[in-house]
């Protein structure tokens, strides 16, 4: 069974998670050691209604509840279409792939984007990230030109909502 829990990215288990995503980007980043630029989140641009920070609660390897994962949306700007929010730090402990839980998240942080009134969603990832770019594809997003200048980032995806 998986929950979502609403946190400031700043909590103790929001950090930990953010932490282990950071350092997992890190380690498999192109480039090297020192290639991955790290840059946590401000909390105040995942507070309701221009955002929310959500922990994955499911369970852990001995079945037991346990924080598994986590992401969020921010407003950043006026769309083509109206209010445009960005997906950030979709992660999940890799014990937990392969279950679905990161389409369930991603199917999450949608609704309650629809919920504060976006029109479109984007989002940022490396090419590397496969499994993470074969999941928003599948998800109804499509490939954009960069809409911002993240270091890490080398493909661009946007999903109207409306």
Request: glycine share 12%; proline share 6%.
């Given at each position: 069974?998986?929950?979502?829990?609403?946190?400031?990215?700043?909590?103790?288990?929001a950090?930990?998670?953010?932490?282990e995503y950071f350092?997992a980007?890190a380690?498999g980043?192109?480039?090297?050691?020192?290639?991955?630029?790290?840059?946590f989140?401000?909390?105040?641009?995942f507070?309701?209604?221009r955002?929310?920070?959500?922990?994955?609660?499911?369970d852990d390897q001995?079945?037991r509840?346990a924080?598994v994962?986590?992401g969020?949306?921010?407003?950043?700007?006026?769309g083509?279409?109206?209010r445009?929010?960005?997906?950030k730090?979709l992660?999940l402990r890799?014990?937990?792939?392969?279950?679905?839980?990161?389409?369930?998240?991603?199917?999450?942080?949608?609704?309650?984007?629809l919920a504060?009134g976006?029109?479109?969603?984007?989002?940022?990832t490396n090419a590397?990230?496969?499994?993470?770019?074969?999941?928003y594809?599948?998800?109804?997003?499509?490939?954009i030109?960069?809409?911002?200048?993240?270091?890490n980032?080398?493909?661009?995806?946007?999903?109207?909502?409306?």
């Amino acid at each position: 069974m998986v929950s979502w829990r609403e946190e400031s990215v700043d909590s103790e288990s929001a950090h930990c998670l953010l932490v282990e995503y950071f350092e997992a980007r890190a380690e498999g980043f192109p480039g090297g050691p020192g290639a991955y630029r790290t840059a946590f989140p401000s909390p105040e641009q995942f507070e309701p209604p221009r955002g929310v920070f959500l922990v994955v609660v499911g369970d852990d390897q001995s079945g037991r509840p346990a924080d598994v994962g986590c992401g969020g949306i921010r407003e950043i700007a006026m769309g083509a279409l109206g209010r445009r929010f960005e997906v950030k730090h979709l992660y999940l402990r890799p014990f937990t792939r392969g279950r679905g839980l990161g389409r369930a998240l991603l199917a999450e942080l949608e609704a309650r984007a629809l919920a504060f009134g976006a029109t479109e969603l984007v989002l940022d990832t490396n090419a590397n990230l496969e499994a993470a770019g074969g999941l928003y594809r599948s998800s109804g997003f499509a490939a954009i030109p960069a809409y911002n200048d993240n270091p890490n980032a080398t493909n661009w995806y946007l999903k109207r909502l409306r």
